[in-house]
C-alpha cells in the first residue's frame, strides 16, 4: 500500500515539474503575436539572421532579389499577421521557391526566436504604400495589351504569350526599380546567374540556339533538358523536342530574348504606367 502511494506521489510530482517547465518555457510558435513588435534590440538582431538566411533569395535591406519578392512592402501577397508570417518562414510555401526553415541549405535553421526576431527586422523596414501610386494602370493596361506589344511574350491572368515569364503576380513580388530594370536591361538578371556561388534553384529563360541537321536554325528558350535531348519553345510559341546528337550545333546562351526597351522605343512615362498596371494585378 505504502509503495503504490509513494508511486503515485511520484507521478504527481513529475506531473507537476512538467507543467511548471512548461509554463516557465516561452512558447513563441504557439503566440498569435509577435512577443518582440517594436523592440529595437530584437529587430537589430533579426536583420543579422535575416542576412543569414534569407538575403540570398530576398536581398539585403529585404528589398527584394532574384527569387523572393520584395519585403518591405506593407502589403504582402501571402501574409498579413506576424502569425501568418512566422507560419510561412517555419514550412515554407508550397509550390514556390519558398523553403521551409533549415532546408534550404543557408544558414544551420532558425530557432521560433529567431523567426519572431526576423519578423520584428521586417515590420520595422516596411514603408507604407504612397496614397497615390505613380503611373496610370488603366494606361499601362492598354499599353500591355497594345503598343508596346508585352502581351506577345507575357501571360498576365491567362491572357497573353508564353514565350516569356508569367506575370500575374510581379507586382506583387518586385519592386518597381527591378521590374523597369528587366524592361531596360532584359539580360542582366539571366547573366547574374552564371556568377552565382548557390544554385538551388534552376535558372529559367535560358537562351538557345540550334542548328538542325536541314541546315535550320532555331533560336528559343530551354522548357526541358537532359543529357540527351532538349525541348524548347521559338519566338512563334512552337515546340520542339529534338535530340542532341542529330543536331549540327546546340548553344546556350545568358542573352535574354527580349528585347531591350530603351527610352526612345518606351518612353519613362509609358513604362512606369505599364509598372503601375502589374502593380495592381499582383496586388490582388
Known amino acids: 500500500m505504502f509503495l503504490i502511494i509513494q508511486r503515485r506521489q511520484s507521478l504527481l510530482t513529475l506531473v507537476c515539474a512538467a507543467i511548471l517547465l512548461a509554463a516557465s518555457t516561452p512558447a513563441y510558435a504557439a503566440d498569435d503575436h509577435n512577443p518582440y513588435a517594436g523592440d529595437a534590440s530584437a529587430a537589430k538582431a533579426g536583420e543579422y539572421e535575416f542576412r543569414i538566411n534569407c538575403a540570398l533569395c530576398h536581398g539585403l535591406g529585404a528589398h527584394g532579389g532574384g527569387r523572393g519578392p520584395d519585403l518591405t512592402r506593407a502589403q504582402k501577397r501571402h501574409v498579413h499577421s506576424d502569425a501568418e508570417m512566422f507560419q510561412v518562414i517555419s514550412n515554407g510555401i508550397p509550390g514556390t521557391v519558398m523553403p521551409a526553415n533549415g532546408t534550404n541549405g543557408q544558414g544551420v535553421g532558425m530557432t521560433d526566436e529567431e523567426i519572431w526576431q526576423i519578423i520584428t527586422y521586417i515590420r520595422s523596414v516596411e514603408v507604407k504604400a504612397p496614397a497615390n501610386a505613380a503611373g496610370s494602370a488603366a494606361h499601362g493596361k492598354e499599353l500591355f495589351y497594345g503598343d508596346a506589344n508585352c502581351s506577345l511574350c507575357h501571360m498576365v491572368e491567362g491572357k497573353g504569350g508564353r514565350l516569356g515569364p508569367e506575370l500575374t503576380a510581379v507586382g506583387g513580388s518586385r519592386t518597381k526599380k527591378a521590374m523597369i530594370d528587366s524592361v531596360r536591361n532584359p539580360s542582366r538578371r539571366l547573366a547574374w546567374g552564371l556568377t552565382e556561388a548557390t544554385k538551388e534553384f534552376p535558372q529559367e529563360y535560358e537562351t538557345i540556339t540550334v542548328v538542325m541537321a536541314d541546315g535550320k536554325q532555331v533560336k528559343g528558350v530551354a522548357l526541358n ?42 518612353s519613362d512615362k509609358d513604362l512606369e504606367d505599364i509598372v503601375a498596371y502589374l502593380t495592381s494585378v499582383g496586388a490582388k
Open 225 to 266: 533538358e537532359d543529357n540527351f535531348s532538349v525541348q524548347m519553345m521559338d519566338g512563334d510559341e512552337q515546340i520542339y523536342l529534338l535530340e542532341k546528337d542529330k543536331l549540327r550545333s546546340f548553344q546556350k546562351s545568358r542573352e535574354s530574348m527580349m528585347p531591350t526597351y530603351s527610352p526612345n522605343t518606351l
